[in-house]
């Protein structure tokens, strides 16, 4: 059992200690989506009625928005795959918003370079601007045509298909605009994460496909199936 899904179970058998009724459990079997869960940390949902994200740091204007707000931008739709460095990936189509989008109302500083994301799990990820303003990246509110379930990281997540599933972090929570990012908190866990997590030419078992199925893939965002 490597570290990630020692601490897992271990944050997993806490929950279960604790009494908690509801917990968002990792996964070994394909959900009906053709995707296992993972989590940092196990955590309860998120009341969706009183989520705010909140954006600061390098930003003219900190804010606070609601899933409303958030539904109210400019919403788009992409089909892509999901590919996880521990050799499975899974393919849906995800609705939701561009990252341009945010920032014409919190309008960064000049010394902004990347972002910083956490989430409800206590996950964090570090993308730089350029890479968030790529025409894959979105920051997604929908899975197949219905809002995001807990499993799948309602209210929000970030989804970019060229990178492995560590960095389309879920349960974001905050954003804060930073001179640098730092890489990603993958690192400190094992030594298959790399800091950009960019995809790498290898091999892929895709879930939704079939359990036995093996496709060699060249790398970045996978297209051919």
């Known amino acids: 059992m490597n570290r990630r899904k020692f601490l897992?179970?271990?944050?997993?058998?806490?929950?279960v200690a604790r009494g908690d009724e509801k917990i968002l459990l990792p996964t070994d079997d394909p959900d009906r989506y053709g995707f296992r869960i993972m989590w940092y940390n196990p955590p309860t949902p998120?009341?969706?009625?009183?989520?705010?994200?909140?954006?600061?740091g390098l930003v003219e204007q900190p804010q606070q928005f609601s899933v409303e707000h958030l539904s109210g931008y400019s919403q788009v739709?992409?089909?892509?795959?999901?590919?996880?460095?521990?050799?499975?990936?899974?393919?849906?189509?995800?609705?939701?918003?561009?990252?341009?989008?945010?920032?014409?109302?919190?309008?960064?500083?000049?010394?902004?370079?990347?972002i910083r994301l956490d989430c409800h799990d206590k996950w964090y990820e570090y993308m730089s601007l350029e890479e968030?303003?790529?025409?894959?990246?979105?920051?997604?509110?929908?899975?197949?045509?219905?809002?995001?379930?807990?499993?799948?990281?309602?209210?929000?997540?970030?989804?970019?298909?060229?990178?492995?599933g560590y960095k389309s972090c879920k349960l974001i929570t905050k954003i804060t605009f930073v001179e640098e990012g730092k890489g990603s908190m993958a690192c400190d866990i094992g030594p298959y994460y790399s800091p950009d997590g960019r995809i790498l030419p290898g091999y892929d078992h895709p879930l939704d496909i079939g359990k036995d199925v093996r496709r060699r893939i060249k790398g970045g965002e996978i297209t051919d199936y």
């Open 8 to 15: 897992a179970a271990a944050a997993a058998s806490a929950a």
């Open 46 to 56: 998120i009341d969706k009625a009183n989520y705010t994200l909140q954006v600061g």
């Open 77 to 114: 739709e992409q089909n892509s795959r999901m590919k996880c460095v521990q050799c499975w990936s899974g393919r849906a189509t995800w609705g939701g918003f561009r990252f341009g989008e945010l920032l014409e109302d919190v309008k960064p500083s000049p010394k902004a370079k990347a």
């Open 132 to 164: 968030m303003a790529s025409p894959r990246v979105l920051l997604a509110l929908r899975m197949a045509g219905t809002p995001l379930t807990d499993q799948h990281g309602a209210p929000l997540r970030l989804i970019d298909p060229a990178r492995y």
